[in-house]
């Protein structure tokens, strides 16, 4: 999600609304409904303005869009009664805003405004584990302790990172532990490989 936020800017309007979309949400499905959705939603106003069916149809097919359609609807007034209408930049703030998880509110942080935040998405959380970088439960744990890890210039592009080599190389079921480039690091390819000779 990261990079598909870096091809389309780093408005933070839309970085959060293309956020918002894409969980749950293959990239190339969020990357459709967003380009349906910015050639009619540029704004918060605009987001007021239109009719929640009319958004319900322009997000279709993203995962759970009724839910996101009446969140995005909600947006506006919950920016203006407590951000004065502006997208606020700091994760706590975000995270005050409907549809706004953990996970959303650090990337929209690390894309739009810079900020240095580690995004732990199920790619980052579990490729993390799996090479043995960390030993954790749940995403906050894993962000918790890649941030103790991991020098800040680098926790913009961990997100990234991990989210390529999770979609290509380190996949949930039968990751391709011969092609992986970290493989002789990875605590899993090593479990793998001794099972396999044992």
């Known amino acids: 999600m ?22 749950r ?23 007021k303005r239109i009719a929640l069916s009319k958004l319900e149809k322009l997000i279709y097919p993203v995962g759970f869009y009724r839910v996101k359609a009446r969140q995005l609807k909600a947006l506006p007034e919950a920016l203006d009664r407590m951000f004065g209408g502006r997208i606020p930049a700091a994760t706590d703030d975000l ?16 894309q739009a405004f810079g900020k240095d935040e580690i995004c732990v998405d199920v790619h980052v959380h579990r490729i993390s584990n799996r090479l043995g970088i960390v ?42 532990c011969g092609r992986c480039p970290l493989r002789r690091y990875c605590r899993y390819a090593r479990r793998r490989k001794l099972k396999a000779a044992g």
Do not use: H
Request: hydrophobic share 40%; proline share 8%.
């Open 135 to 176: 030993c954790t439960k749940r995403p906050p744990e894993t962000e918790s302790a890649l941030k103790r890890i991991f020098p800040k210039k680098y926790w913009r592009e961990l997100n990234g990172l991990f989210v390529a080599l999770g979609q290509t190389i380190c996949r949930p079921l039968s990751p391709q």
């Open 95 to 110: 995270m005050r805003l409907p549809g706004v998880g953990r996970k959303t509110a650090n990337l929209v942080a690390a």
């Open 25 to 47: 949400t293959l990239d190339q499905t969020t990357a459709a409904a967003c380009q349906k959705l910015f050639r009619v939603v540029r704004t918060p106003a605009d987001l």
């Open 2 to 23: 990261a990079a598909l936020i870096r091809r389309r800017g780093s408005a933070p309007f839309k970085t959060l609304v293309a956020t918002i979309l894409s969980s």
